[in-house]
């Protein structure tokens, strides 16, 4: 297939700046602060619809705000919660959530406890998937942070340690997390949303999960490098229709895993204004589904390369390439309805992304980003990768291309306006 | 005419004193802290450790807060010498740590003026301002550039003496120096790092005759020296 010219207007949304204002106040001589973030996103692609948009006729329906608050109550302990709400086509769908909310107790740099609902460290960016001023693009790369999962990967209900080390000899510091807690997965995620193409309705999604993180800043200036790893042990339950026996209406639908886990891998290297990024992930997820009718196992690989250079005050520029694939064998009565998928140069089994994109700050908290992405293949029907049948029911093509544009604005305190 | 030859020669040998003396290098900066933070030294990791909010106390206890420059050459030369960030980068890091719950933003003013007047009057302020900047009410903190286990204690201190040419002048200003004690409490060598050049020779002859506590391994800090013309 020929790449389309895509024609793409684009249209920047932006949102009240009155309704939200960083703010700071004292309090028994404790001081607290308030910030918030949204944005609002406009996403167009040229075939595919992606990430439960029709992006295909163009979608304004990209939009995510948050409000914190927090307070320093000794040199030790601070507590704070934060509230997140978004609509991304069908996901969200307005649904706020308490994105984390934890107590912090750190008796030394190199050992500190926090306890709550807590964001989990996976890699250089889960903890922070959200909060796209923080970095030059819009979405980061799907293979690694597939932004349709957000809610199912991002915090758990637990607790941490944590701290961080310098080592001698000017060998650098080493920063380590280690957790374990309860993952709950919202019933408006992509998990829950791409299981109704199946006809399963989740009442629940969720479980044990704990790994850590350990992070060395190298005496290399500028190099960090760092592993993470998750073990889960997430089941659902809900009802679906038994393709075996569809005559008897919704029936009652669990699932459990045998083996859950991921790896991560990175590096990052960052001199003068140029910042490179590089990440794998490996996700390997077996489960068992109504005591043996489905037993599945699921191998997702990804990995991708980026940079991004400010080339002015208000100005930076980036590109990745993002390269994800998936393997995918069934076993059990249902298994035919799910043929195996191994060959990941398929375009079922892989997503290869390139993107370019283009920051501007308008000034310190307001940011437009353009962005386009340059895709092949739309991985599988059985994870949510982005591409979801539901939106797409004429069928997939290979190449395609999106391009959007994303306004956002974040608050901050800790200037002159104390 | 010989009035006026002798008054050329003085208005000459002002003028070279003056142009070699110079004002500190651009970028030159002491670290202040509020009098209620009871520690007269502190390492380099400790004041990257204070700066990321990886610690809100030093090791002898005293409660400590992070104060910002919005910009400048003081702002420019602290980021790269002790936390070897931009201020993009920085500004990413303390967002990165207010959005995930792990840290405050820390205070933000824009002037050397406006640091030292709020960490004067705010316990447990620490700023870093320019090197001439007049450091009333506050305390300037000797960088210690290696590991705080190696912290070393000054107890001979000779002052430099004033070139008297220089005070007659009111040619003032701070050499900043960077010395290495022996384990014994030596000084062992000693280098420039900035302000007026013309008068490191005395600061240099003087601090070279400092003695400090002894230690199980060399030690390198930083010092600096004050020439205040009306002293």
């Not at chain 1, 000794?74 to 609509?87: C, E, L, P, S």
């Not at chain 1, 990745?320 to 089994?349: E, K, M």
């Not at chain 2, 050397?112 to 301002?129: H, M």
């Amino acid at each position: 297939m020929h790449r389309q010219i895509v024609k793409v207007a684009l249209f920047c949304l932006c949102v009240g700046q009155t309704a939200l204002q960083a703010q700071e106040f004292k309090l028994f001589d404790r001081t607290i602060q308030f910030h918030g973030f949204a944005s609002q996103g406009f996403i167009y692609t040229n075939d595919n619809n992606w990430l439960t948009m029709h992006t295909s006729q163009g979608s304004g329906a990209f939009t995510d705000f948050g409000a914190n608050v927090s307070m320093q109550i000794t040199d030790k302990f601070r507590i704070g919660a934060q509230v997140y709400d978004r609509n991304l086509g069908n996901l969200g769908e307005w649904h706020p959530s308490l994105d984390w909310a934890f107590a912090d107790y750190r008796f030394k740099p190199w050992f500190g406890i926090r306890g709550g609902k807590v964001k989990t460290v996976l890699g250089l960016y889960n903890d922070t998937q959200d909060l796209d001023f923080l970095r030059p693009f819009a979405l980061l790369p799907q293979s690694v942070y597939p932004t349709d999962i957000r809610d199912a990967s991002i915090a758990h209900l637990g607790g941490d340690i944590y701290g961080s080390v310098s080592l001698r000899r000017r060998l650098g510091t080493i920063s380590y997390t280690a957790y374990a807690g309860h993952r709950s997965d919202s019933l408006y995620s992509g998990y829950t949303y791409l299981a109704s193409e199946f006809g399963v309705h989740f009442s629940s999604y969720g479980g044990l999960q704990y790994g850590g993180d350990l992070r060395w800043n190298t005496p290399v200036k500028g190099l960090l490098i760092g592993a993470s790893r998750i073990d889960q042990d997430v089941a659902g339950k809900g009802t679906f229709i038994n393709p075996l026996n569809p005559g008897a209406g919704f029936a009652p639908y669990s699932d459990k895993p045998e083996t859950d886990w991921t790896n991560q891998y990175y590096g990052e290297y960052i001199v003068g204004k140029l910042r490179i990024d590089s990440e794998y992930r490996r996700f390997l997820h077996a489960q068992v589904v109504n005591g043996g009718i489905l037993e599945t196992t699921t191998d997702v690989r990804g990995w991708y390369v980026s940079g991004a250079y400010r080339v002015a005050k208000r100005l930076a520029l980036g590109s990745y390439y993002s390269r994800y694939s998936i393997t995918h064998v069934a076993g059990g009565p249902l298994a035919p309805l799910f043929p195996d998928q191994t060959d990941t140069s398929l375009p079922a089994n892989h997503v290869y992304d390139k993107v370019l994109t283009a920051r501007v700050d308008l000034n310190r908290f307001w940011n437009v980003k353009l962005e386009g992405h340059f895709m092949n293949g739309y991985g599988s029907s059985i994870f949510p990768d982005g591409f979801y049948p539901q939106v797409k029911p004429t069928g997939f093509q290979t190449q395609h291309e999106c391009a959007g544009s994303q306004d956002e604005f974040q608050l901050l305190e800790g200037g002159t306006n104390a | 005419m010989k009035i006026a030859t002798t008054n050329l020669k003085r208005l000459l040998v002002a003028a070279v004193v003056l142009l070699g003396s110079g004002r500190a290098l651009a970028g030159d900066i002491k670290v202040i802290a509020n009098p209620s933070v009871r520690a007269d030294t502190i390492s380099v990791a400790e004041l990257r450790s204070v700066f990321l909010e990886e610690r809100r106390s030093l090791s002898d206890g005293s409660h400590v807060e992070p104060v910002l420059a919005k910009g400048g050459p003081a702002h420019e030369a602290f980021l790269k010498r002790y936390l070897s960030k931009s201020d993009d980068a920085l500004q990413t890091y303390y967002r990165t740590l207010v959005f995930t719950g792990t840290g405050s933003m820390p205070k933000v003013l824009p002037s050397d003026s406006a640091i030292v007047n709020y960490v004067a009057r705010t316990k447990g302020a620490i700023g870093y301002v320019d090197i001439d900047v007049p450091a009333e009410g506050v305390k300037v903190l000797t960088i210690l550039q290696t590991g705080s286990h190696a912290e070393r204690k000054l107890v001979v201190r000779i002052e430099p003496e004033y070139p008297e040419t220089l005070k007659r002048l009111q040619v003032g200003g701070t050499v900043r120096l960077q010395i290495t004690i022996s384990p014994k409490g030596s000084v062992d060598s000693v280098e420039l790092l900035g302000g007026s050049p013309i008068l490191a020779e005395a600061a240099v002859k003087a601090v070279k005759q400092w003695v400090y506590t002894p230690g199980p391994s060399p030690t390198t800090i930083e010092v600096s020296i004050p020439f205040d013309p009306k002293r």
